[in-house]
């Protein structure tokens, strides 16, 4: 079975929204350079928040970026989840594609938020899926 690594900032709403999904998981440091140095060994799938509303230098956190700069870290990561907001429109959930694209992984499923309990659901069902595949 895969961890659950993902990064929330201090609102904690990808927080909350991981704690529903009820799985082991991780969190990436709040602080950048602590995002750069943390190292997390075993496969996993990464919950990315989208920030701002399509700017692609501001979409994906940058503890994000730092964490991914590790090909250490990059190495273990299956798939990826996306959380943002609709009101974002065309850009809903886009630091998942980005990040998808650049590590050549899927991008399971993009949730509103805090995750609504459909958006629970799907991500489980599609986890399990993703774990009984490897």
């Known amino acids: 079975m895969f961890d659950v690594v993902y990064f929330s900032s201090v609102s904690e709403n990808t927080k909350r929204f991981v704690e529903k999904l009820g799985y082991s998981s991780i969190r990436i440091p709040l602080k950048s350079d602590d995002a750069a140095s943390f190292i997390h060994e075993g496969e996993n799938v990464l919950v990315v928040p989208t920030y701002g509303s399509g700017n692609d230098k501001t979409t994906v956190p940058k503890q994000v970026i730092k964490f991914l700069n590790n090909p250490a870290n990059r190495k273990h990561v299956r798939a990826v989840i996306a959380?943002?907001?609709?009101?974002?429109?065309?850009?809903?959930?886009?630091?998942?594609d980005l990040v998808a694209a650049k590590l050549g992984v899927p991008l399971i499923y993009k949730a509103e938020l805090l995750g609504t309990p459909e958006d629970i659901e799907q991500v489980k069902e599609r986890l399990e899926k993703l774990w009984l595949t490897r």
Request: charged share 0%; hydrophobic share 20%; no cysteine.
């Open 83 to 96: 959380t943002g907001n609709t009101n974002f429109g065309s850009s809903y959930g886009l630091a998942g």
